[in-house]
Nanobody
Framework: QVQLVESGGGLVQAGGSLRLSCAAS????????MGWYRQAPGKERELVAV???????SYADSVKGRFTISRDNAENTLYLQMNSLKPEDTAVYYC????????????????WGKGTLVTVSS
């Protein structure tokens, strides 16, 4: 099993910054790609950013140039630096981890954290 715990959410004014963290524990050797998703009230969960085990990143168009995803494999921690925040970034942000081929019996599975709320006021 992999446990994911997010932190760093809160209330910020538009134009401000926040840094989210996601601490992974358990069978972290099984983790390949990791990502951040978000779900705004009344909307479906959407991908924000993802980083592979090799460090390649991709972003939703809505956050490109404002958000930066990174991971510290030694500390088993995923980060999301969010700058120039907008009210439309308000959502619960979830950390996700995919199981890679290092754990073939669970390959293709993924794990989720419980989320951290980000509220951006106008």
């Amino acid at each position: 099993q992999v446990q994911l715990v997010e932190s760093g959410g809160g209330l910020v004014q538009a134009g401000g910054s926040l840094r989210l963290s996601c601490a992974a524990s358990g069978d972290t050797i099984c983790i390949s790609a990791m990502g951040w998703y978000r779900q705004a009230p009344g909307k479906e969960r959407e991908l924000v950013a993802v980083v592979t085990s090799g460090g390649r990143t991709s972003y939703a168009d809505s956050v490109k140039g404002r958000f930066t995803i990174s991971r510290d494999n030694a500390e088993n921690t995923l980060y999301l630096q969010m700058n120039s925040l907008k009210p439309e970034d308000t959502a619960v942000y979830y950390c996700n981890a995919d199981v890679g081929i290092t754990c073939p019996s669970r390959y293709g599975m993924d794990y989720w954290g419980k989320g951290t709320l980000v509220t951006v006021s106008s």
